[in-house]
């Protein structure tokens, strides 16, 4: 199975799903406008309004009302006032492809090392059409602004070396893709990750030019881009092949001119990539039965019951086959796709049929899967939050609900550092600025982090700060700081009473990775008042993990192919 799968016509045959134009067209409607709005979406610059939406799409405000308000229930989309936004879980459609495909696995270990080995950007690229979508990406440690494009990029074959290598195993319908798109748009305005050309090259000198750099590619088995696709960068790619030797994806490392010349960076770079590359097919065709996924719930719920007619059950009915498809390497049989989406066998059969000619899944034999067309879908914009960008919201949130202050903070040494917050205009709101930092050993933020820790390691840091009483009722003993972590980790969160001020309770929650161990802590800060601790902790302690739990499961989309977004 080749996990770089062109968008313009899949080849296998389409048996399983053959059905009358009249039935896909039950599906086509709303999945297919929902589809165009999340691109909208995921192309803009910034936030919209639904009347921006119907004056792009040119549907009626009521039909993109409907479709915003489905899309907004299934968590693609949020709203910020009258605004619209992407939402994280709208990344689960290219972790599905990514799953399929098997790229996710295979090329972890490959991008980590080669970072660090060539201390410079290195990604993954595949072609999607007749161009080359970035699908992983690793910076080396310590960078302070990372090089590179982000996952879910386009690029334009004939600017990217890796585009070049990929191209070697083009057949005629994708050179004929690319002249047309070439004459649509010469000067790759359609390519908001490069700079617009100032000016193109006739078709004619394009064409050669590009088939000589195709040429030099097959024959050395590599491709160097010298500025071509910005000013200032150069790049080295070599191919990862499949068995019978086509080029499925290539592996690239980019550099600015102020560090290597094209030249330099080839003799420093080709022998890493060129091990990397076999490495990586090796793992992705390996002959190891796929591991089998725990059964999960399906993907589809209806929610017209609760919503009425604002729901389209067609829209959230193909979204669902399109994320079921991502549950297992290789792709699914229309049978197992059927089961994991919850849906009907005729249902899931036409959302297919649906998606395949929109260019989002392919069929391998019995098999179906996403192509890299769904990256499009807003992952690349996505693909840059950060956990302050994704916590900030669900902050602001829970503020609102309690009427407190609210924040989120992570382990830095022994101290906590706020990432997130959310102030309210209570009198006795703490006066605390994102990047503060407090000890860690006196705050419900701290004492939760901590407790995740390996005791000597917990003991350890502590010590660092060399704990003092800030107030009379700060713990400073050894003795009684262990108990108390020891207490947070089993209960699951940590109460403050008046120990890093006086007058200030708090409370907080640990904020877990989808390995389970703790990233941060979220907490609300509140005056300390005549009701007891115990008090608090009932009446807040519902709400506080609830918020965790939204952020963690933000966090785990975003993050599920966290070793490929390692800037």
Avoid at 66 to 72: F, P
Avoid at 533 to 551: K, N, S
Wanted: net charge neutral; glycine share 8%.
């Amino acid at each position: 199975m080749a996990p770089g799968v062109p968008r313009a016509a899949p080849t296998a045959s389409a048996s399983v799903v053959a059905s009358s134009a009249g039935s896909a067209a039950e599906a086509a409607g709303p999945l297919e406008r929902g589809l165009a709005v999340l691109r909208i979406m995921a192309d803009a610059s910034h936030s919209m309004r639904p009347g921006d939406l119907a004056r792009a799409t040119g549907l009626a405000r009521s039909a993109v009302d409907r479709i915003t308000a489905t899309l907004t229930h299934l968590d693609y989309l949020r709203t910020e006032g009258r605004e619209l936004v992407l939402a994280p879980r709208l990344m689960e459609f290219g972790n599905a492809y990514l799953d399929a495909s098997g790229l996710s696995r295979a090329l972890r270990p490959s991008l980590e090392h080669l970072a660090r080995a060539l201390d410079e950007s290195v990604s993954a690229i595949v072609l999607d059409g007749c161009d080359a979508r970035i699908v992983g990406r690793a910076v080396p440690p310590g960078r302070v602004i990372p090089l590179g494009f982000r996952v879910g990029d386009l690029l334009p074959a004939e600017r990217c070396a890796a585009g070049a290598v990929l191209a070697t195993g083009w057949q005629s319908g994708t050179y004929d893709a690319w002249r047309a798109r070439r004459a649509a748009d010469p000067l790759d305005a359609g390519f908001p990750a490069v700079p617009t050309r100032r000016a193109a090259p006739g078709p004619e000198q394009a064409e050669a030019d590009f088939a000589a750099w195709i040429a030099a590619a097959e024959a050395n088995g590599w491709a160097l881009d010298d500025q071509l696709v910005a000013p200032g960068l150069v790049a080295v790619a070599v191919p990862v092949r499949d068995p019978d030797g086509r080029p499925v994806c290539a592996i690239s490392v980019l550099a600015h001119t102020s560090r290597h010349s094209g030249d330099e960076l080839r003799e420093h770079a080709l022998a890493a990539l060129t091990r990397a590359a076999q490495s990586t097919a090796a793992e992705l065709y390996s002959t190891s039965p796929a591991a089998v996924p725990p059964p999960a719930a399906p993907a589809y719920t209806d929610a017209k019951p609760e919503l009425g007619p604002s729901f389209l059950q067609a829209l959230a009915r193909g979204l669902a086959v399109l994320t079921a498809l991502g549950r297992q390497r290789g792709g699914l049989t229309l049978a197992e796709a059927a089961e994991a989406a919850g849906l009907s066998y005729p249902s899931t059969r036409r959302n297919l049929l649906t998606l395949r000619q929109l260019g989002y899944v392919a069929q391998h034999g019995r098999r179906f899967l996403p192509t890299p067309r769904v990256l499009e879908l807003g992952y690349a914009r996505l693909f840059t939050l950060t956990l302050a960008d994704i916590a900030q919201p669900h902050i602001a949130e829970l503020a609102g609900q309690v009427k407190e202050s609210a924040s989120l903070a992570v382990l830095d040494g022994a101290e906590v550092r706020y990432v997130a917050r959310a102030a309210t205009e209570q009198i006795t709101s703490a006066r605390i600025a994102l990047g503060t930092r407090l000890p860690a050993y006196a705050t419900s933020m701290g004492r939760t982090l901590l407790a995740d820790l390996p005791e000597a390691e917990r003991m350890e840091r502590i010590g660092a700060l060399l704990p003092r009483a800030l107030t009379p009722h700060t713990l400073t003993s050894p003795h009684a700081l262990a108990a108390a972590l020891d207490r947070t980790a089993r209960e699951g969160y940590a109460l403050v009473e008046q120990e890093l001020e006086a007058g200030l309770r708090s409370l907080a929650v640990p904020v877990r990775d989808r390995n389970g161990r703790t990233v941060a802590a979220v907490n609300v800060a509140l005056h300390a008042g005549p009701e007891p601790p115990e008090h608090t902790r009932d009446t807040l302690l519902p709400v506080l993990r609830a918020c965790a739990a939204r952020i963690e499961s933000d966090l785990a989309v975003v993050f599920a192919n966290a070793l490929l977004q390692t800037g």
